[in-house]
T-cell receptor
Framework: GENVEQHPSTLSVQEGDSAVIKCTYS??????FPWYKQELGKGPQLIID?????GEKKDQRIAVTLNKTAKHFSLHITETQPEDSAVYFC?????????FGGGTRLMVKP | DTAVSQTPKYLVTQMGNDKSIKCEQN?????MYWYKQDSKKFLKIMFS???????INETVPNRFSPKSPDKAHLNLHINSLELGDSAVYFC??????????????FGPGTRLTVL
């Protein structure tokens, strides 16, 4: 089955700096890669996703890149703000089955 | 309006008891899921139902039995609760898409504590 590794497990940045979270996946048939943000006491919420026919996608301060050959994808957050502090999960999917990475706790210090 | 709702939000019970968690989505989606998030925040799929039919069952003990009375509801019944069942359980839903998987919308979670 699919295996998704996510790094780092914790990330602390100063407000205004950039944050990068990286994931690798094992199943080359996976074709959908969402990123979720989970705030304390809440369910995960999709912030951006990318499909295997695209190499990069951007939405305001958030961007995701995908390297299918190397089987890795990354989340980039620019100009971080304190409200970006949360746990971020990457996931990989073929069909409806999402396999999640272990999560990254991002702390943005004001 | 809440898209995916779960009840209860908190559930504290004794070992050996039977309990249920309810989930409803008002998004008109055809696929619903149950996930378990352990104390280390690891999220793992348990079940998936498409139009009331089970399509994913990920090596979950048969003490866990999902029930889908209609495509807007997916309830989770747990028999003979064990300490290791303590976790946060998330319901999610998505709409089928010809080109492949689609965004899954998650509920707020149910924190189950087994004493």
């Amino acid at each position: 089955g699919e295996n998704v590794e996510q790094h780092p497990s914790t990330l602390s940045v100063q407000e205004g700096d950039s944050a990068v979270i990286k994931c690798t996946y094992s199943d080359s048939a996976s074709n959908y890669f969402p990123w979720y943000k989970q705030e304390l006491g809440k369910g995960p919420q999709l912030i951006i996703d990318i499909r295997s026919n695209v190499g990069e996608k951007k939405d305001q301060r958030i961007a995701v890149t995908l390297n299918k050959t190397a089987k890795h994808f990354s989340l980039h957050i620019t100009e971080t703000q304190p409200e970006d502090s949360a746990v971020y999960f990457c996931a990989a999917s073929k069909g409806n089955m999402l396999t999640f990475g272990g999560g990254t706790r991002l702390m943005v210090k004001p | 309006d809440t898209a995916v709702s779960q009840t209860p939000k908190y559930l504290v019970t004794q070992m050996g008891n039977d309990k249920s968690i309810k989930c409803e989505q008002n998004l008109g989606h055809d696929t619903m899921y149950w996930y378990k998030q352990d104390s280390k925040k690891f999220l793992k799929i348990m079940f998936s139902y498409n139009n009331k039919e089970l399509i994913i069952n990920e090596t979950v003990p048969n003490r866990f039995s999902p029930k889908s009375p209609d495509k807007a509801h997916l309830n989770l019944h747990i028999n003979s609760l064990e300490l290791g069942d303590s976790a946060v359980y998330f319901c999610a839903s998505s709409q089928g898409r010809a080109g492949g998987p689609n965004e899954q919308f998650f509920g707020p979670g149910t924190r189950l504590t087994v004493l």
